[in-house]
């Protein structure tokens, strides 16, 4: 994970924080001309994308992590499809792979906020 020891040689944990508003993984759209996804979500994608490489500039983690979510929004999508959008955007950027063995941890826990104020508060803890 991350260079950084703590105070008794454990590695510290990497967090990051994404200020814009929770939103759900996108399903394909399939159409005669092939499958895309939808605009709004890989423009939603893009700027979570932007927020995450500007606190992070190391190379993708490869495992295995222990992700702990904590969510700031309106409770209007299931959690799953939240942490859904979270893994596309940062797969490849902050983990090598978003399958079980590289992520066999995942914590979340969500706050009702104002859309303005909506958070998504990664950390990251080395989980081997």
Do not use: C
């Amino acid at each position: 994970m991350s260079d950084q020891q703590g105070t008794q040689g454990q590695k510290k944990a990497i967090r990051l924080e994404v200020r814009m508003p929770l939103y759900s993984k996108a399903r394909p759209r399939v159409t005669s001309r092939g499958v895309f996804m939808p605009k709004a979500y890989r423009e939603k994608q893009k700027e979570m994308k932007r927020q995450l490489k500007e606190q992070w500039d190391g190379e993708p983690l490869e495992g295995p992590i222990y992700l702990e979510l904590v969510l700031k929004g309106e409770g209007r999508a299931d959690a799953d499809n939240i942490i859904g959008a979270l893994m596309d955007a940062a797969n490849g950027l902050l983990w090598t792979d978003d399958r079980v063995t590289i992520i066999p941890r995942i914590s979340v826990s969500w706050e009702k906020a104002p859309k303005a104020d909506s958070l998504w508060r990664i950390t990251i803890h080395d989980a081997g």
